[in-house]
Nanobody, 118 residues
């Protein structure tokens, strides 16, 4: 059974930094890994994604401030968030495209709240 366990997040002041981490268990065959976020009344937004054989991708709203780090040996993806702004406040979800029994599918973490106070 594939599971994604997130950690990190919390309350931070405007301009501060936070880190999120996500570990995938249940399969070592992982293609994409990344982070989405959702705020009330808005659609889910891709924040950053990393792939096995290409450069990471970032939302324009976080470029230059967030860094996604992938550790294949640990099946882990982290998101370093710097210069945080109140508009970064959201629930952040880890995701991974994982192969199980020959089938690729997307899996999600439980979500972690990030709140940036002004």
């Amino acid at each position: 059974q594939v599971q994604l366990v997130e950690s990190g997040g919390g309350l931070i002041q405007d301009g501060g930094s936070l880190s999120l981490s996500c570990v995938v268990s249940g399969s070592r065959l992982i293609n994409a890994m990344g982070w989405y976020r959702r705020t009330p009344g808005k659609q889910r937004e891709l924040v950053a994604a990393t792939f096995r054989s290409s450069a990471p991708d970032y939302s324009d709203s976080v470029k230059g401030r967030f860094i996604i780090v992938r550790e294949n040996a640990k099946s882990k993806v982290s998101l370093e968030m710097n210069s945080l702004k109140p508009e970064d406040t959201a629930v952040y979800y880890c995701y991974a495209r994982v192969q199980v029994d020959g089938m690729w599918d997307d899996y999600w973490g439980q979500g972690t709240q990030v709140t940036v106070s002004s």
